[in-house]
């Protein structure tokens, strides 16, 4: 097992676990796994080009959704402390985050604390820590969630919880999506719609979340099948699709967009599971 730095195609940081399954990071980038090899393949999409311009958003990797998943009305939250400014999918894909490998040899952890940049949109003390393990044919990830107690110590503290990882695919028409309900909400049009219907539109793009406890899609990419196995609060899956991009994105969130349901009195901790098992082709 080793963690090394690598300067090509760009600075990044790479884990290699004993099985030869390897993960990508750059933590300067919002703490971003752009890479995860498994079974001798890789099986994250990443536009690599569109990267290299800091000023653009990412389009790839496993992004880092928090304190919010989606936007919130006119991108105002709303507190008690007063009225922040706070933009879709939160910031925390925006700023720098420290890497450190598990002392357990099988990964690493990633962690996010609280500075006077998001203590302007986001007005509380935290520390946000997300553990990447390689297991055999498996990515699990546990995130863990801290209210430090800083400032109004009676303050409590809402949040919401996504990942937003991009799985290659052969093809979007090629794609197929296993283990959804039958319902779904369509963010697209802001309504409740027809899963079968909405995962037909792939090639067209789709943007639909599905919600109920115990939920396990799978996603059939060509190369194998990925399925997304979610612990609550992980109960809601959303997946989207940016054609023409051979990608679809299957994401575990805690809350549904623009809500930050869950609340952590100060120093209370929350701890979020997921993993990901391949199957592959």
């Given at each position: ?5 690598h300067?090509?195609p ?11 399954d ?17 079974a001798g393949e ?9 990267f ?25 939250l709303?507190?008690?402390q007063?009225?922040f400014?706070l ?5 925390a ?10 002392a ?5 952890r990633?962690?996010l604390?609280d500075?006077d940049?998001t203590?302007?949109?986001y007005?509380?003390?935290f ?7 390689l297991?055999?044919?498996?990515l ?19 949040f919401?919880?996504?990942?937003h990882?991009y799985?290659?695919?052969?093809s979007l028409g090629q794609?197929r ?5 039958a319902?779904?909400f369509?963010h697209?049009?802001?309504a409740?719609a027809?899963?079968?219907d ?7 793009g789709v943007?639909l ?5 115990g939920?396990?899609p799978?996603?059939?990419t060509?190369?194998g ?5 979610m612990?609550?609060?992980?109960e809601?899956a959303?997946?989207?699709?940016d ?7 299957l ?9 930050l349901?869950q609340?952590?009195?100060?120093g209370?901790?929350?701890?979020l599971h997921?993993r990901?098992a391949?199957?592959?082709?």
């Open positions: 097992m080793t963690l090394t730095r300067n090509s760009f600075p990044h940081w790479q884990f290699t676990a004993a099985s030869g390897q993960l990508r990071v750059v933590p300067e980038r919002g703490g971003l796994v752009v890479g995860w090899r498994c890789e099986r994250l999409y990443f536009d690599a080009e569109r290299a311009d800091p000023s653009k958003s990412v389009r790839g990797g496993i992004p880092v959704l928090f304190p919010v998943c989606g936007n919130l009305p006119g991108n105002a709303v507190l008690p007063g009225s400014s933009t879709q999918h939160g910031f894909r925006d700023r720098p985050w420290q890497l450190e490998a598990l357990s040899g099988d990964g690493l990633l962690s604390s500075s940049e203590r302007a949109v007005p509380f003390a520390q946000l820590s997300l553990e990447y393990r297991e055999p044919r498996a699990t990830i546990q995130a863990r969630v801290e209210h430090c107690g800083g400032g109004d110590p009676a303050a409590a503290m809402p919401a919880l996504g990942l990882p799985f290659q695919v052969e794609a999506l296993e283990g959804l309900p319902e779904c369509d697209l049009s802001a409740a027809s899963t079968a909405q995962l037909q539109r792939l090639e067209q943007d979340r599905v919600d109920g406890n939920l396990r799978q996603l059939r060509g190369r099948v990925v399925e997304l196995q612990q609550p609060p992980f809601h959303v997946v989207w699709s054609p023409p991009r051979p990608m679809v994105c994401e575990p969130w805690s809350a549904r967009r623009g809500d349901s609340v952590l009195q100060p209370e901790t929350a701890e997921c990901y391949l199957t592959p082709a």
